[in-house]
C-alpha cells in the first residue's frame, strides 16, 4: 500500500470495498469539482451552475520578527498551493451537500491525475469514480491515497493515480463518470504562488 506526500510514493493504500466493474463511459455534463474527495450524500453539479472561485492575490505574507513564527509563515507558504485547491474542494462540496442528488449508498470519489505540484497540467485534473469503480481501481492497485490534498479532520480524502499506466488503465477499463479541472485564474494564482520564494525578514530601521 502507498500514499503520496510532495509528489513522492510512501506505504499506505485506500481500503476498497466489494467491487463492480461497469466497464462503459458516461458524463456528468461537466462536474465542477476536484480532488479525489469522497462525497458520501453529495451531488455532483454542472459549472454553469457553480459560482467562479474568488482568488485571493498570490502574494506571501509580511514575515514576521519573531523566527518561530516566521518559520510558520514559510512551510504555509510553500503549503499554500495545496490549501488553494483543497479550499476550492471545499467550496464545490457545499453545492454537492445543497443539491442532495447523491446517498451515501452512491459517493462520488474524485481522483486527482498526478501527485505534487510539477506534472502541469495534470496536477489541475481530476477523475470522478462512483463506488464499484474506486473500489475495482483499488483492487487492481492502480489508486493512491493522495496526502498533500487529504485533510481528514474536514472530512477530506483525496486519492491520485498510481502513474500514467494506472490512469491509462483505469480511463480504459473503468467507468470515469467525468473529468474536473481547476479553474483557469486558480491554476494562474497556484503557478505564481510555486515560483515565488517566501520574503526574507528584514528588520525594520
Not at 453529495?42 to 514575515?63: D, G, M, Q, R, W
Not at 467507468?175 to 494562474?188: C, G, R, S, W, Y
Request: a negative charge; charged letters at 25%.
Amino acid at each position: 500500500p502507498c500514499v503520496t506526500k510532495g509528489g513522492s510514493l510512501q506505504l499506505e493504500s485506500p481500503d476498497a470495498g466489494s467491487p463492480d466493474l461497469a466497464p462503459n463511459r458516461r458524463g456528468l455534463g461537466g462536474v465542477a469539482a476536484l480532488g479525489a474527495l469522497l462525497l458520501g450524500g453529495f451531488a455532483s453539479a454542472p459549472p454553469t451552475a457553480a459560482e467562479p472561485p474568488n482568488v485571493l492575490e498570490p502574494i506571501p505574507p509580511k514575515p514576521n520578527k519573531n523566527p518561530v513564527i516566521r518559520k510558520y509563515q514559510e512551510l504555509s507558504w510553500k503549503l499554500e498551493p495545496y490549501d488553494r485547491m483543497r479550499l476550492y474542494l471545499q467550496a464545490v462540496s457545499q453545492r454537492f451537500i445543497a443539491t442532495l442528488e447523491t446517498s451515501i449508498f452512491n459517493s462520488l470519489f474524485y481522483i486527482h491525475w498526478a501527485p505534487g505540484l510539477d506534472s502541469v497540467p495534470n496536477v489541475y485534473k481530476f477523475d470522478i469514480m462512483d463506488r464499484s469503480n474506486y473500489n475495482e481501481a483499488v483492487k487492481q492497485g492502480k489508486i493512491l491515497i493522495d496526502s498533500d490534498l487529504t485533510f481528514a479532520e474536514d472530512g477530506i480524502e483525496v486519492y491520485v493515480y498510481k502513474d500514467e499506466e494506472a490512469r491509462d488503465y483505469c480511463q480504459k477499463n473503468l467507468v470515469i463518470k467525468d473529468l474536473v479541472v481547476i479553474p483557469k485564474d486558480l491554476q494562474d494564482a497556484i503557478e505564481i504562488i510555486k515560483s515565488t520564494p517566501f520574503p526574507e525578514y528584514k528588520p525594520e530601521e
